[in-house]
């Protein structure tokens, strides 16, 4: 039976994390507070597997609860204790009494709670924020109020998630320095690294990349690449502004090397940070570009240019 309840298990597993955090994350709005998601998670994980021990069904936070409980003063978990024991009380003792209540009286309480929850200010004012943001605001609302919670949330998150990458998309770019970065941005008084400070020697290119370079950035990469006239000796790439680097991302740097030997170009990289060189040795990169072609900042990555083509150091 494994794999055929798996499926259905990290489905509910998924939606139970994300509706908790949701609920969390509603909760910290309207109290002022900050909770613990790993604590949540943890909580919430242990108590779904011992729960169907005693017949019981997956459980996860409720927005409407807590928001009540909020609106009521609740602040600590002693709230969903006293939830919790009420509700037990009611169900053990009076069951038979709790039936008797008309459905229209606990509607009428959920359209208060309903209303007291929705903030509607804080909505409206959302429409001020970026089309594409407003887009995905829309559909999970409309599909919250047509379908279900669950379709609205997994519907946001994709959206969410591809809206992500194309923003990290679009701000990622690579060029040849002097091109790719304009004189008010970086050639500051104050800044050592600025442009205009650099002593770079003849022979020796230097290339910037800027943002995430991932799947959805690799082929403004490649184009930068492809745009170089003339192979220098020397290729510096300097990606100081580069914190994360996936698989893609390391495909482009390898085709790059493959291309920079085959023009007798030698590659020597700067400003490299921990996630990338950590996956550059993992990928087996580092060791095929030379250790002693990847350097922290852009000074010894000039000293070793300089090296590689003779020239005399600065």
Same mark, same amino acid.
């Not at 194309?166 to 104050?190: K, T, Y």
């Not at 290729?235 to 680097?245: E, G, N, S, T, Y």
């Not at 291309?259 to 170009?265: E, L």
């Given at each position: 039976?494994?794999?055929?309840?798996?499926?259905?298990?990290?489905?509910?597993?998924?939606?139970?994390?994300?509706?908790?955090?949701?609920?969390?994350?509603?909760?910290?709005?309207?109290?002022?507070?900050?909770?613990?998601?790993?604590?949540?998670?943890?909580?919430?994980?242990?108590?779904?597997?011992?729960?169907?021990?005693?017949?019981?069904?997956?459980?996860?936070?409720?927005?409407?609860?807590?928001?009540?409980n909020?609106?009521?003063?609740?602040?600590?978990?002693?709230?969903?204790?006293?939830?919790?024991?009420?509700l037990?009380?009611?169900?053990?003792?009076?069951?038979?009494?709790?039936?008797?209540?008309?459905?229209s009286?606990?509607?009428?309480?959920?359209?208060?709670?309903?209303?007291?929850?929705?903030?509607?200010?804080?909505?409206?004012?959302?429409?001020?924020?970026?089309?594409?943001?407003?887009?995905?605001?829309?559909?999970?609302?409309?599909?919250?109020?047509?379908?279900?919670?669950? *379709? @609205?949330?997994?519907?946001?998150?994709? #959206? /969410?998630?591809?809206?992500?990458?194309?923003?990290?998309?679009? &701000? %990622?770019? !690579?060029?040849?320095?002097?091109?790719?970065?304009?004189?008010?941005?970086?050639?500051?008084?104050?800044?050592?690294?600025?442009?205009?400070?650099?002593?770079?020697?003849?022979?020796?290119?230097?290339?910037?990349?800027?943002g995430?370079?991932?799947?959805?950035?690799?082929?403004?990469f490649?184009?930068?690449?492809?745009?170089?006239?003339?192979?220098?000796?020397?290729?510096?790439?300097?990606?100081?502004?580069?914190?994360?680097?996936?698989?893609?991302?390391?495909?482009?740097?390898?085709?790059?090397?493959?291309?920079?030997?085959?023009?007798?170009?030698?590659?020597?990289?700067?400003?490299?940070?921990?996630?990338?060189? *950590? @996956?550059?040795?993992?990928?087996?990169? #580092? /060791?095929?570009?030379g250790?002693?072609?990847?350097?922290?900042? &852009? %000074?010894? !990555?000039?000293?070793?240019?300089?090296?590689?083509?003779?020239?005399?150091?600065?």
């Amino acid at each position: 039976m494994v794999p055929i309840l798996f499926p259905d298990a990290v489905a509910i597993a998924l939606l139970g994390a994300i509706e908790s955090l949701l609920s969390a994350v509603v909760a910290d709005g309207m109290a002022g507070t900050r909770h613990r998601p790993n604590m949540e998670l943890l909580a919430q994980g242990f108590a779904n597997l011992i729960s169907p021990l005693f017949g019981g069904i997956p459980a996860t936070g409720a927005i409407a609860r807590t928001a009540t409980n909020v609106k009521n003063g609740g602040r600590t978990p002693i709230a969903g204790i006293v939830h919790a024991a009420t509700l037990l009380v009611i169900a053990s003792f009076f069951g038979r009494a709790a039936g008797w209540i008309p459905l229209s009286a606990l509607a009428g309480i959920l359209l208060v709670v309903a209303w007291n929850m929705s903030e509607w200010r804080v909505f409206a004012g959302l429409f001020r924020s970026p089309r594409s943001d407003v887009v995905v605001l829309l559909v999970t609302f409309g599909l919250t109020v047509l379908v279900d919670l669950s *379709v @609205a949330i997994q519907t946001g998150m994709v #959206l /969410a998630s591809f809206l992500f990458m194309r923003r990290m998309a679009l &701000i %990622s770019d !690579a060029g040849p320095m002097r091109r790719a970065l304009r004189e008010d941005e970086d050639d500051d008084a104050d800044d050592p690294d600025a442009t205009a400070r650099l002593d770079v020697p003849p022979g020796v290119e230097i290339f910037e990349v800027y943002g995430a370079l991932f799947f959805g950035a690799a082929s403004k990469f490649k184009d930068a690449v492809r745009r170089v006239e003339r192979p220098p000796p020397v290729l510096i790439l300097r990606m100081r502004h580069v914190l994360a680097i996936d698989a893609t991302g390391l495909r482009a740097l390898e085709d790059l090397l493959d291309k920079t030997r085959r023009d007798r170009t030698q590659l020597v990289l700067s400003g490299v940070h921990a996630q990338p060189l *950590v @996956a550059l040795e993992r990928s087996g990169l #580092l /060791a095929r570009i030379g250790e002693e072609n990847v350097h922290g900042h &852009i %000074s010894a !990555a000039l000293v070793r240019a300089r090296e590689l083509v003779g020239a005399p150091a600065s």
